[in-house]
Structures are given as C-alpha cells and as structure tokens.
C-alpha cells in the first residue's frame, strides 16, 4: 500500500499556506465574476482535477488535501446561489488562516492517504458536476413555467376570453398611456352597442351569441388603422379608441354597414345584426378627461338606440 509521507511542520505549513490561500481566494474571485453557474462548477472542478494532478506529479500532499477547499463552493453555489456562496470562499479563508496559522490548527495535520482511495475523487467530482447541472436544469424546468404562469395570467388579466380583445382593464391602460403622453391633441372615443341582443340570445342559443359577439369583435380590426384600439367594454358593448387623423364618423359609418351587410352564419340559420353606435369627437384635449369623453360617447349611443338603433350619433367637444 503506497502511502504520502508526513512532510515536516514547516514545508507543511508553507505548503499548505501557498496552495490552500491560492484555491480560496481563486474560488473568492470566480464567484464574484458573475459568471454563469455551470460555468463555475466547471471551473471548480477543473480546478480540482489540477490539484490532483498537481498532488500526483510533485507528491505534496496539499495538492489533495485542498480538493475540499474546492468541493466547498461547488457545494455553496449548488445550495445558496451565488451572492451567499461566495460568503462561504470568504468562510474557507477564514477557516484556512486558523488551521494554518493556530498551533491548534497545525497540530491536526496527518497525512496518511492511499493512492485508490485518492483515485476515487475525479469520480465524486464528476457526480458532484453532474449533481449541479440537474438541479440547474429543474431550477430552470421551474423558473421557466413560473414565468409563463404569470405571462399567462397578465394576458387573463388583460384579455377577454371569448373575443381575445383587450377588456377593460388592459383598454385602460391603454388609455392611460396614451394621455401619460401629453403630445396627443385630438382623440375620439367610438362605443358600439348590438342591437337587441337579448332577443339573439333568446332566439338562437347563448352559444350562437357567443359567436355573434365574436363576429362583431372582428369588425372594427378589419377597418381601423394601427393607431385605434379596440376593446370589448362590457358584456355586449365595443369601444374603439382613435389617435389618427382618421374621420370618427366614417369609420364609425363603415363599421356599422359592415355589421348590417354580413349576417352571421350559425349552425345554418343566418342571424341579422345591427349596431348602434356614439362618436365623441375632441378636438381640444385642454381640460377632459377619458371619463368625461366615454361619458358623452355614451349619451350619444343612447340617442343612436332612443332614434331607432342601427345609426351612428356623434358629438364633437
Ligand atoms: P339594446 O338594443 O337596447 O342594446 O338591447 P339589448 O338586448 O342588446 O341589451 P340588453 O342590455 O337588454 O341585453 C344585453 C344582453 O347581452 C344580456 C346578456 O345576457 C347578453 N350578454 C352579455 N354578455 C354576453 C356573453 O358573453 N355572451 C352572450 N351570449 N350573451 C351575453
Ligand atoms: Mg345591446
Ligand atoms: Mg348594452
């Protein structure tokens, strides 16, 4: 059996001190280059497998010894990440100085390892790197379906689900940036309503009015620039809101001729829609707010449904 001979106390201790100090403080620095973490456990156990080697061509037993000192931050990163882990480099300095630099560190030295028992550490380094690529890639697996969790929630939270338009939540947000941006000076606010839309549903089925609505939903997108949104307002109700040089009104006109001339086909029973709809048209944006504008679009969608629907009433401020 082939064992590493005891050096004598004071080659031990330069020894120890030159090799150990180097792989802390090198270990120290690679934590805090905030590189990727596959990379440092790489890195670590390169860093191993040069000690090792180190350890077999000059004998001195530091070389082995001071596999730990790089089995420590595989093992911190591994648990605690990269900030806490370097805490724990800074912990094996510490730890160093005292074995090394304390009788009672030194006087715990003895060297006694046989070479088979040496040889199994390229191995426990190699799971270790397995170890730290696969709790990576389930830390990853997770943080990944967290993010699309919560993107997906965002779009619930901002999207209707029968139409896929913005509902009210995300149209006001919408709204707010726009007059966050205080270079617009004209807006105009379209609200659409369908007619007799109870009695569709009464005569046809919820489901054939789930399918008018979505119908409806597609009409304003067909005709209106990239500057308009368009949300669904409420259960039966669209609002479009323009910042374009656009005319309101004869968008307004084209989408509710576009309703009237393209009945829904619904499990081969053509249903006829029309709209009613109120323009609000701001010529000056001194001194209105968003409520304001929607709260006279819908006095105009009023007077469109008390004149006899299917019409398009409009008031400029
Ligand atoms: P008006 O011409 O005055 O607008 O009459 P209306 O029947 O369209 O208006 P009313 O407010 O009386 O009825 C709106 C109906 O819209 C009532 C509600 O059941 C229906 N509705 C609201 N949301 C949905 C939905 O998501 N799907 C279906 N199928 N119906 C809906
Ligand atoms: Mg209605
Ligand atoms: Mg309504």
Redo the contacts with the bound molecule.
Sequence with gaps: MSVVNVFTKEYTLMYSTIVFGSVCLINFLLMFTKMNKNILYLCFTLEAFALLCFYFITGIPEGFSALWVCLIPSFALLFFGGKKGSLFCLGELIVMIVLFWTPWGQSLFHYQYTKSFLLRFPFLYVAIYLLSLFVEFIRDQTQRQLIQSEEKYHYLYRHDA?TGLYNRYGFNETIEKAFENNKIDKISVIIM???????I?DKYG?LA??EV?KSIASVPTSVMCEHCNFCRWG??EFMVLMQCDHDPLVMAEKIRKKVEDNPIIYDKQTINVTI?LGVAIVTDMKNISINDIIIKADDCLYKS?MNG?NRVTSVTI
Excluded: Y
């Design positions: 029968l309503d369908i007619d007799n839309f109870k009695s549903n919820h009015g789930d609505l259960g039966e009613s449904k629907k």
